[in-house]
């Protein structure tokens, strides 16, 4: 414990006063000491999920082809058919789970990134929005998602309006 208020003081540009920095929200210091969230119901589980592999996604880059209308339709993710996005050519985007709605927003092109601005509530919290960018891979009956662990892979339902 000495040895560790040495570094923190040391280290820390307000040791002289003796004030310790703590460490960030959410660190751990050994497994078990942040308990886990009891009685989650198991939709608010899905939309996490979802929303951190949105937030994978953003931090990777794709190709999007030369035609942003070639997005529009609705999607199904191949390994997981019950999951589906759907874009609409006025710039609208939903989010379906078991063809239940679950997400909704705004999404905007701006070269080969597309900004999803969320209305609908998102995040672990329930934020009252969010925004997400990401990029895409889109040939005619394909949907492709990059991130660092691979493609998620969507294929054509249908052609929106």
Known sequence: ???ENAVNKAC???GQ???RIAPPIGFRLHPG???FQQGANQMKKVRLFIL???GILSLTSCIV???WLGLVGRWQDVENPSFELEFTKGGKFNEYLFNG???YGDFYPEGDIITLHYESPCGGENQVSCDVSLSFTVTEETLIITDNQGDIRFSKVSSSQ
């Open 65 to 67: 082809d030369d035609s």
């Open 33 to 35: 000491s942040v308990p």
């Open 101 to 103: 709605l679950i997400g």
């Open 1 to 3: 414990m000495v040895r």
């Open 12 to 14: 820390s540009p307000f």
């Open 52 to 54: 951190i592999v949105i």
């Open 17 to 19: 006063w003796g004030l």
